[in-house]
Antibody
Framework: QVQLVESGGGVVQPGRSLRLSCAAS????????MHWVRQAPGKGLQWVAVIRYDGSDKYYADSVKGRFTISRDNSKSTLYLEMNSLRVEDTAVYYC???????????????WGQGTLVTVSS | EIVLTQSPATLSLSPGERATLSCRASQSISNYLVWYQQKPGQAPRLLIYDTSNRATGIPARFSGSGSGTDFTLTISSLEPEDFAVYYCQQRSVWPLTFGGGTKVEIK
């Protein structure tokens, strides 16, 4: 079945780096744009970043631009989020998500992972 | 960036009642408005895309309407499983943005 599984979360000190991964299965990963969305504890959803199916376009939320990098390895069906210069306010559950339609960018997302918790604390 | 304002923050209703949730955008987003449902401890679920199109498997009691800056999600008759938080999202302009959410709780 279609599945997304995030990993790489944990506790990290402010200013440090962390890389999240999202392993996809059950669909042609190379054909779909992918997103990262986060949710701080007890708060709402915040969109973080998107990457086109072929990696040629990337967009970021203003709050993470210049610090976070989204990437993908289509040969491994894996999405990544490299997070540098982490701040306390980056503490959240990070979800990866797949767009509903293939070969487009900025569609609604219809498949979500279970999320991985990133805690930034000294 | 486009700001989405959802109202009310909390809606207290009984099963069988009609729920009307609002989402207002700070500028026109045409019909590029999406609704998600989220239950505690779960990932969000796609309900409605492009204002009024139900996602696969979504019951007909969920409907969406609106255009430009004002949008509505209606649940015609609340079922016990519908009590959750609902988020709107715009996909018209980068960066994508979500509204703050409306919690539909049991009265």
């Amino acid at each position: 079945q279609v599945q997304l599984v995030e990993s790489g979360g944990g506790v990290v000190q402010p200013g440090r780096s962390l890389r999240l991964s999202c392993a996809a299965s059950g669909f042609p990963f190379r054909s779909y744009a992918m997103h990262w969305v986060r949710q701080a504890p007890g708060k709402g959803l915040q969109w973080v970043a998107v990457i086109r199916y072929d990696g040629s376009d990337k967009y970021y939320a203003d709050s993470v631009k210049g610090r976070f990098t989204i990437s993908r390895d289509n040969s491994k069906s894996t999405l990544y989020l490299e997070m540098n210069s982490l701040r306390v306010e980056d503490t959240a559950v990070y979800y990866c998500a797949r767009e509903k339609a293939s070969s487009v960018l900025s569609d609604a997302v219809d498949v979500w992972g279970q999320g991985t918790l990133v805690t930034v604390s000294s | 960036e486009i700001v989405l304002t959802q109202s009310p923050a909390t809606l207290s209703l009984s099963p069988g009642e009609r729920a009307t949730l609002s989402c207002r955008a700070s500028q026109s987003i045409s019909n590029y408005l999406v609704w998600y449902q989220q239950k505690p401890g779960q990932a969000p679920r796609l309900l409605i895309y492009d204002t009024s199109n139900r996602a696969t498997g979504i019951p007909a009691r969920f409907s969406g309407s609106g255009s430009g800056t004002d949008f509505t999600l209606t649940i015609s008759s609340l079922e016990p499983e519908d009590f959750a938080v609902y988020y709107c999202q715009q996909r018209s302009v980068w960066p994508l943005t979500f509204g703050g959410g409306t919690k539909v709780e049991i009265k």
